[in-house]
């Protein structure tokens, strides 16, 4: 058996004994080494590289990996068997969905804003942003060999005392229990207990000493396809005390949610997916958050999760496969009675997961949310609501009706199948602007000033190629017109743009995008087009009767709606019409971890919400290809009026 | 109550496109009306029907061609005959010898003997490449340029060479550029924006919108030709009026209709007359989906062709 060693960036070495003919990525998901495979291992998508450093692999020449880089050592795990003993190092690039892990502190006060502007809008709206989460201070007497009352019934008594609940069910969960004998003793019989008040009992989630002060917290999270973004709330007065995101370690298993089901399918995978998503990413952005905010784990006492259909389903370990088989059935929409302690969440084991209702198979509870925190089911103008994902979801309407349906954009938007895509961190350009005489660039890099830039986000690749096309370096159909000086093409035919060269960027291969990049970016537009398009004329109405468009998504606040529409996103409405609302999905679960009220409220949208199924529409198809082109087939959509 | 004929009037028409030159020249398209609905309003030109010659020769002998051709295998020869067919239009010639996997002649031999059919041959005349994208490109601008003036149908742009083809015949040299798409409209529709944001002109475009044999998935080549016409007479759209020449017998000859010998299939009866069977149907159909000309093989099917086009209108 030939040995691998996967030595990773930071150093740590792994060694592991393949079959022979194994490919380095088969090896490496046994030996549990992170390797980003969106394409799931089908040499499409060129994001595996692995550096050989001794030895030699079986390796087949493909497109994305350049004659300089192949003398460097660069394979892609997806082709390279081994047959002997071989040194592979796992660049950072790999594993950028885990190491890119991004703790904010409270002062991207634009960010902060939208999930205030959600809370305020929704007590607007008249519901009660509060629960029935209670701080008290219990005094008991010490026992003594006449007062032998035992520890749980003395601290049950106290509570009824002091909460005047006397007829009420008292819970006492076991971690409370485990640490009561100690805890009273320590603290003299005082002590300070957290609890909820709920229809028919209370439960008693904490005990703390007297002098501290505990924090009610809860935990939002949405979870994306490709990325996972999380806030710690403080249960009491809705205050952030932290906020976190990481790409979605599922990742390595597939880049969109039909590879994921088929590896979950696989002997074990189901586990793995499970483990990749609570243990290796969640977990992960739950130590890190509590301890920014310096509180336990224990304190967190509820959790809401907003994601689509199969990222909850493969949360909770449930079997998926059947979202993607005719006749598309999810095993639930809505769901109760989870406990932290039930998927191995590392927060209070008693902690309740509450999930937004999924309305469908493709579309899911980040939906509901996000419908929920664009308030367009409180609105009279007819309005239009986008979450530009890996799964594009739109949902249309007003306070009367709400109609939705979803389309497989691909995780273009979130930088994924883009050679140098990445998400929206530090070292992504979210703007781009060329002078179409000189042809130079202007760039807006996220992070701190003189940052060198690694890629490009979703919004920077809007602007780019609309630059390019209203630059005339591309056609209308993504294929760059030669005559440009930064336009090379490969043995392959294949043209590329380069916006950054190396030597000014912060990785070798410099910035640049390629024509299969452009082309899948011009098919996730035209799926995300296409849909609106569909979906509002399924009722008979014109794209230019909607009042206002809430566009939601990880791609970017910067994202420029003019270009948005001149390469034809977005249907050509007035620029003001359009509405950033970032990450719907978080702050619909945030406002629904804080208040029951408003969780009902979300369960009732998604109750409301008629779902088309687009793959269904005969229509569909048609107008997805007249979509993918720029801006569209009908020019007469996108002419000035 | 009396029957009272409405009739189905369009604001906008299929672009009429001039082939070839001096005695020898043929318009394409012109109505503004469905195919074949004369009673809605005069057709301006008749669907033409056009005669395949490939430059190997004729690869099949069947006793109809030998018949009508003779034991020549000249393609100078074969093209002087062929325009002597009752009911042929305009000739198509193909460039089989082209192609690197076969034959492989060199661009200049091409060209020269494209030059030679084209003096030799009475009617206007189409030419169609190898289907080797890149020769093909090569090969379209050199003929393209060796026959400037004589406007003639280059088949085909695609999406993949159309920025050659389209420079070289549509915009240098003055020929007609054909358009090929393979049967969806949107490609189609995106092909001739492309093109005419080339600066080729609307009017020297003409559609190869892809066809199958009938009996082989046509309702989407209906559909789409359907479609097609709809959307340049009933809306108007400019990027849509092209006439549509479709190549019927490359596909109509293939299939196994055509292809199996009455040895091996007795109770289909004579090969030849399957042949002619699968190119009638697929022609008539093609015509009577929108084409405004097609492109046949077999002199009996050319026959039979264009005398249902001039029993029907």
Not at chain 1, 282 to 309: G, Y
Not at chain 1, 552 to 576: E, Q, R
């Amino acid at each position: 058996m030939p040995k691998i060693t996967f030595i990773q960036e930071d150093g740590k070495e792994l060694i592991f004994f393949a079959s022979s003919g194994d490919t380095v990525l088969e090896a490496s998901r046994k030996a549990n080494v992170p390797i980003d495979a969106p394409c799931s291992g089908n040499a499409s998508c060129g994001k595996c590289k692995v550096r050989l450093i001794k030895g030699e692999l079986e390796s087949a020449v493909t497109r994305h990996i350049s004659e300089l880089e192949y003398a460097d050592g660069y394979r892609l795990a997806c082709v390279s068997k081994i047959h002997e003993d071989v040194e592979v190092l796992v660049p950072d690039i790999s594993s950028a969905y885990k190491s890119r892990m991004k703790i904010t502190d409270l002062s991207s006060e634009n960010e902060l804003a939208i999930f205030e502007e959600t809370r305020q809008n929704i007590k607007a709206a008249g519901l009660d942003l509060k629960n029935d989460w209670h701080v008290i201070t219990c005094f008991m007497d010490i026992p003594t060999l006449d007062d032998t009352m035992p520890d749980n019934e003395r601290l049950i008594r106290a509570v009824k005392k002091v909460t005047g609940f006397p007829d009420i069910h008292i819970m006492i969960p076991f971690s409370v229990i485990r640490i009561l004998p100690d805890i009273l003793r320590n603290n003299e019989f005082t002590v300070k207990c957290v609890l909820q008040k709920k229809k028919d009992c209370v439960i008693l989630y904490g005990i703390y000493p007297e002098h501290i002060n505990p924090v009610i917290a809860g935990i939002a999270v949405d979870i994306g396809t490709t990325s996972v973004s999380a806030l710690l709330v403080n249960l009491e007065n809705g205050e952030i005390l932290a906020k976190s995101s990481a790409g979605n370690a599922q990742i390595r298993y597939g880049a969109d949610v039909i590879n994921r089901i088929v590896e979950s399918c696989k002997p074990g995978g189901i586990q793995n997916l499970q483990k990749a998503i609570v243990d290796e990413t969640i977990n992960q952005m739950i130590d890190e958050m509590a301890s920014f905010a310096q509180i336990s784990r224990n304190d967190i006492v509820k959790m809401c999760i907003a994601s689509n259909t199969t990222m909850n389903h493969l949360f909770l370990g449930i079997n998926a496969d059947h979202i993607r088989r005719e006749p598309y059935i999810p095993c639930f929409f809505e769901l109760r009675n989870i406990k932290a302690s039930d998927v191995n969440v590392h927060i209070h084991p008693n902690a309740d997961i509450i999930f937004a209702p999924n309305v469908g198979s493709y579309v899911g509870g980040d939906i509901t949310a996000g419908a929920l925190s664009s308030m367009i089911w409180n609105k009279e103008e007819l309005s239009l609501f986008i979450d530009l994902g890996t799964n594009g979801e739109i949902v249309f309407g007003n306070k009367d009706f709400l109609m939705t349906c979803a389309c497989s954009a691909g995780p273009a938007f979130e930088g994924g199948d883009i050679s140098c895509g990445m998400r929206a961190t530090d070292g992504a350009i979210e703007a781009v602007k060329i002078n179409e005489v000189t042809g130079e660039s202007v760039l807006s890099v996220i992070g701190e000033m003189k940052t060198k830039p690694v890629g490009i986000c979703g919004s920077g690749i809007i602007d780019l190629v609309s630059e390019l096309y209203r630059c005339k370096i591309i056609d209308s159909k993504g294929i760059f017109i030669d005559g440009n000086n930064r336009v090379t093409r490969d043995a392959f035919g294949m043209g590329t743009y380069m916006l950054v060269k190396p030597e000014d960027s912060g990785t070798i291969k410099g910035v640049f995008i390629n024509e299969v990049d452009i082309d899948n970016f011009i098919r996730a537009k035209g799926a995300i087009f296409s849909a609106i398009k569909t979906l509002t004329e399924s009722l008979d109405m014109k794209m230019s009767m909607i009042e206002s468009v809430y566009v939601a998504g990880g791609i970017g606040s910067g994202i420029n709606i003019k270009n948005s529409m001149n390469i034809g996103l977005f249907p050509k409405l007035p620029a003001d019409c359009y509405h950033y609302i970032g990450n719907s999905s978080l702050s619909g679960a945030y406002a629904s971890v804080l208040s029951d009220k408003v969780f009902k409220k979300v369960v009732e949208i998604g109750r409301n919400m008629t779902y088309i199924e687009l793959s269904s529409n005969p229509g569909y198809m048609d107008e997805f290809m007249a979509a993918c082109f720029i801006p569209h087939t009908d020019i007469n959509l996108f002419e000035e009026k | 109550m009396a029957y009272k004929q409405t009739s189905q009037k369009f604001n906008a028409a299929i672009n009429s496109v001039e082939i070839g030159t001096g005695n020898k020249t043929l318009a394409l398209g012109g109505e503004n009306v469905l195919p074949f609905y004369s009673f809605d309003g005069p057709i301006l030109n008749p669907p033409r029907v056009g005669v395949e010659i490939s430059d190997l020769g004729m690869n099949d002998k069947l006793a109809g061609m030998l018949n009508f051709y003779g034991d020549t295998q000249d393609v100078v020869e074969l093209v002087k005959k062929a325009s002597g067919m009752p009911g042929a239009e305009f000739i198509c010639l193909v460039l089989d010898s082209a192609d690197p996997d076969g034959e492989n002649r060199s661009v200049e031999d091409c060209v020269a003997m494209v030059k030679s059919v084209e003096e030799a041959a009475t009617l206007p005349l189409m030419v169609m490449g190898c289907g080797n994208t890149e020769k093909d490109t090569v090969l379209f601008e050199k003929i393209s340029e060796a026959l400037e003036g004589k406007n003639i149908v280059i088949l085909s742009a695609k999406e993949e060479n159309y920025k050659n083809v389209g420079a070289s015949a549509g915009l240098a040299y003055g020929q007609k550029v054909g358009a090929e798409s393979s049967v969806d409209i949107n490609l189609a529709k995106q092909l001739n924006v492309l093109l005419t944001q080339l600066g080729v002109n609307n009017k020297n475009i003409i559609m190869n919108l892809g066809s199958a044999t009938a009996g082989y998935g046509f309702e989407y080549v209906v559909s789409t030709m359907d479609r097609v016409k709809m959307a340049a007479l009933g809306q108007n759209d400019t990027a849509l009026q092209m006439p549509i020449v479709t190549p019927v017998s490359s596909e109509t000859w293939s299939v196994k209709e055509s292809l199996l010998e009455q040895e091996d299939m007795p109770e289909w009866g004579s090969r030849e007359n399957r042949i002619i069977d699968m190119e009638v149907a697929t022609a008539a159909a093609c015509l009577a989906a929108g084409s405004n000309a097609v492109i046949l093989r077999h002199p009996s099917t050319v026959e039979a062709i264009s005398q249902m086009i001039k029993e029907l209108i």
